[in-house]
């Protein structure tokens, strides 16, 4: 009795409390804290559990200015930038929702610097709010029309999303500043493409730079020397094609965390040290061993740290180039040194002819082709089918195919997949080959 009495006190008051930090007054409520008025240079607003704030700031090594939304810590920590295309260069701009309802970053002519461009309405309808997990939501009658976590800048922050879309629209994608002191769009992007299987990508411009692998449900299956503090805090939510996602979910009192995609091109995750008063990386994508497809077609990196060479043929493959590959220019790849029995412009009754290897803790090609949940038929669908030139079967995953070249295949020391290649059967002679049945 009394503690309902109370707890109802505390959001009485909680839901009342007008709070007028400077000269930006703003209403608290369950979760939000809404932005009533223009902010200037020296406004702050935190989130009404104090974990985030907006406002503007200055990166290191400049005095530009700019918009954005930060953790609330002693050390800046952005998360979110507005205007970082177009900077202020002095103290006297402002954030506000301008006659056209949009949120803009105003300097001090008032000309826009920056606009959240959703379709012009009356500002009298529309309402920002600043939300607890730190994002900023833009409403018209209650109705979401924008948020910041929709149009990321370089960072994965708890309850975020990186929905299917991010493949086709560069906005949904995480985009890395151009230095630590330049938050302009950098040529760094990640995002995540839901096809056949889903995984999440690193682009240097268009050019794929990394690629975690399949996602089976629990993990990345292509990144099993990462090992993330918060695995389990990743989850993909799968509805349908278009509303498929990645989010973030852990329980704050693990500490906090976030993911950010740095300058360099590397998605480091960050664990703030409680002890240390800053962040520290827990784990990183700058694995030499995990280059995208450096190996080229049908060659393999190992990430195996006993002295290895960096990249190697398939089995039953030899390189493309054999001079550039023994400099260790090894983009050309590999082809096969024997044709197989079983291809396109042959008979299908001499498959026989071919088998399939099998290769352990391997980080599956890039582009399979073809899918399908039975463990038992993986095999023979892919044996009786010429154009199948490899499979793997995971559990999480079920069964994938591949046509084409083989492309991004690394070997591990441990995890990954077992994949099958086809290869003519003569090169079928050590432990590990698997014979079609
Ligand atoms: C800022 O400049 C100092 C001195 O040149 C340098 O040591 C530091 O690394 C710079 N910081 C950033 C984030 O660029
Ligand atoms: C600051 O930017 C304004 C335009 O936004 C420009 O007119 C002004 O010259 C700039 N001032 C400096 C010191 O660069
Ligand atoms: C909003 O209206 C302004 C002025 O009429 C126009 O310049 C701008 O392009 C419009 N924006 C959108 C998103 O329709
Ligand atoms: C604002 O909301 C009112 C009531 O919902 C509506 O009648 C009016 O058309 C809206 N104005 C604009 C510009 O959207
Ligand atoms: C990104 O691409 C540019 C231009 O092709 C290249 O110079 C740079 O080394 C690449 N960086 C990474 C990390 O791939
Ligand atoms: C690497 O080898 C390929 C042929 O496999 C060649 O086209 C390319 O120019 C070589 N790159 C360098 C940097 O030598
Ligand atoms: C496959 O081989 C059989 C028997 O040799 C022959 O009758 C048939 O025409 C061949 N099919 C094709 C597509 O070549
Ligand atoms: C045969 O395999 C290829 C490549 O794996 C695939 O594209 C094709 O759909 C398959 N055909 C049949 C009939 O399953």
Not at 69 to 86: E, G, H, K, Q, S
């Given at each position: 009795m009394e503690k309902t009495k109370a707890t109802t006190l505390l959001q009485f008051f909680v839901l009342l409390m007008i709070c007028c930090c400077s000269s930006v007054c703003t209403a608290i409520n369950n979760g939000s804290v809404t932005i009533a008025g223009p902010l200037t240079d020296s406004d702050v607003i935190v989130s009404s559990d104090q974990s985030f704030k907006l406002g503007f700031f200055s990166p290191p090594n400049t005095t530009n200015r700019y918009v954005g939304i930060m953790f609330?810590?002693?050390?800046?920590?952005?998360?979110?930038?507005?205007n970082r295309d177009n900077p202020l260069n002095d103290s006297a701009g402002s954030f506000t929702i301008s006659g056209d309802g949009n949120l803009v970053v105003l300097n001090g002519q008032k000309q826009?610097?920056?606009?959240?461009?959703?379709l012009n309405s009356s500002s009298a309808n529309r309402t920002a709010q600043f939300l607890d997990t730190g994002n900023l939501v833009l409403q018209e009658n209650g109705r979401t029309?924008?948020?910041s976590f929709q149009y990321p800048t370089d960072s994965f922050v708890n309850r975020m999303r990186i929905s299917a879309a991010s493949a086709t629209d560069g906005k949904r994608r995480l985009s890395s500043w151009r230095s630590p002191s330049d938050p302009s769009t950098g040529d760094f992007s990640s995002g995540v493409e839901i096809s056949l299987i889903s995984q999440m990508l690193i682009w240097n411009g268009s050019k794929i730079i990394f690629r975690t692998g399949p996602w089976n449900g629990n993990t990345f299956?292509?990144?099993?020397?990462?090992?993330?503090?918060?695995?389990?805090?990743f989850q993909f939510v799968k509805d349908n094609t278009e509303s498929a996602y990645f989010t973030l979910s852990y329980s704050n009192d693990l500490g906090l965390l976030y993911f950010q995609l740095t300058s360099e091109g590397i998605l480091i995750e960050k664990l703030w040290d409680e002890v240390k008063r800053d962040w520290q990386?827990?784990?990183?994508?700058?694995?030499?061993?995990?280059?995208?497809?450096?190996?080229?077609?049908f060659g393999s990196g190992s990430c195996?740290?006993?002295?290895?060479?960096?990249c190697t043929c398939l089995k039953g493959f030899e390189p493309r180039d054999k001079v550039e590959w023994e400099k260790?220019?090894?983009?050309g790849g590999c082809t096969r040194k024997k044709m197989l029995?079983?291809?396109?412009?042959?008979?299908?009754?001499?498959?026989?002819q071919d088998g399939f290897l099998r290769l352990t803790k391997m980080k599956v090609p890039d582009f399979p082709v073809w899918k399908s949940?039975?463990?038992?038929s993986c095999d023979t669908m892919c044996s009786n089918n010429?154009?199948?030139i490899a499979y793997a079967y995971y559990k999480g995953l079920g069964c994938i195919h591949w046509g084409g070249n083989l492309i991004d295949i690394t070997q591990f020391p441990q995890g990954g997949a077992d994949l099958y290649i086809r290869v003519?059967?003569?090169?079928?002679?050590?432990?590990h080959f698997f014979l079609r049945h």
């Amino acid at each position: 009795m009394e503690k309902t009495k109370a707890t109802t006190l505390l959001q009485f008051f909680v839901l009342l409390m007008i709070c007028c930090c400077s000269s930006v007054c703003t209403a608290i409520n369950n979760g939000s804290v809404t932005i009533a008025g223009p902010l200037t240079d020296s406004d702050v607003i935190v989130s009404s559990d104090q974990s985030f704030k907006l406002g503007f700031f200055s990166p290191p090594n400049t005095t530009n200015r700019y918009v954005g939304i930060m953790f609330n810590l002693p050390v800046l920590t952005v998360i979110w930038v507005a205007n970082r295309d177009n900077p202020l260069n002095d103290s006297a701009g402002s954030f506000t929702i301008s006659g056209d309802g949009n949120l803009v970053v105003l300097n001090g002519q008032k000309q826009v610097l920056w606009s959240s461009s959703v379709l012009n309405s009356s500002s009298a309808n529309r309402t920002a709010q600043f939300l607890d997990t730190g994002n900023l939501v833009l409403q018209e009658n209650g109705r979401t029309v924008w948020e910041s976590f929709q149009y990321p800048t370089d960072s994965f922050v708890n309850r975020m999303r990186i929905s299917a879309a991010s493949a086709t629209d560069g906005k949904r994608r995480l985009s890395s500043w151009r230095s630590p002191s330049d938050p302009s769009t950098g040529d760094f992007s990640s995002g995540v493409e839901i096809s056949l299987i889903s995984q999440m990508l690193i682009w240097n411009g268009s050019k794929i730079i990394f690629r975690t692998g399949p996602w089976n449900g629990n993990t990345f299956i292509g990144i099993p020397i990462m090992n993330s503090v918060y695995n389990n805090g990743f989850q993909f939510v799968k509805d349908n094609t278009e509303s498929a996602y990645f989010t973030l979910s852990y329980s704050n009192d693990l500490g906090l965390l976030y993911f950010q995609l740095t300058s360099e091109g590397i998605l480091i995750e960050k664990l703030w040290d409680e002890v240390k008063r800053d962040w520290q990386v827990s784990s990183t994508t700058n694995i030499p061993c995990l280059v995208y497809g450096k190996c080229g077609p049908f060659g393999s990196g190992s990430c195996n740290p006993q002295g290895y060479k960096m990249c190697t043929c398939l089995k039953g493959f030899e390189p493309r180039d054999k001079v550039e590959w023994e400099k260790g220019n090894w983009t050309g790849g590999c082809t096969r040194k024997k044709m197989l029995q079983c291809d396109d412009q042959r008979n299908t009754t001499t498959t026989s002819q071919d088998g399939f290897l099998r290769l352990t803790k391997m980080k599956v090609p890039d582009f399979p082709v073809w899918k399908s949940i039975e463990e038992e038929s993986c095999d023979t669908m892919c044996s009786n089918n010429c154009s199948c030139i490899a499979y793997a079967y995971y559990k999480g995953l079920g069964c994938i195919h591949w046509g084409g070249n083989l492309i991004d295949i690394t070997q591990f020391p441990q995890g990954g997949a077992d994949l099958y290649i086809r290869v003519d059967r003569s090169e079928l002679g050590g432990k590990h080959f698997f014979l079609r049945h």
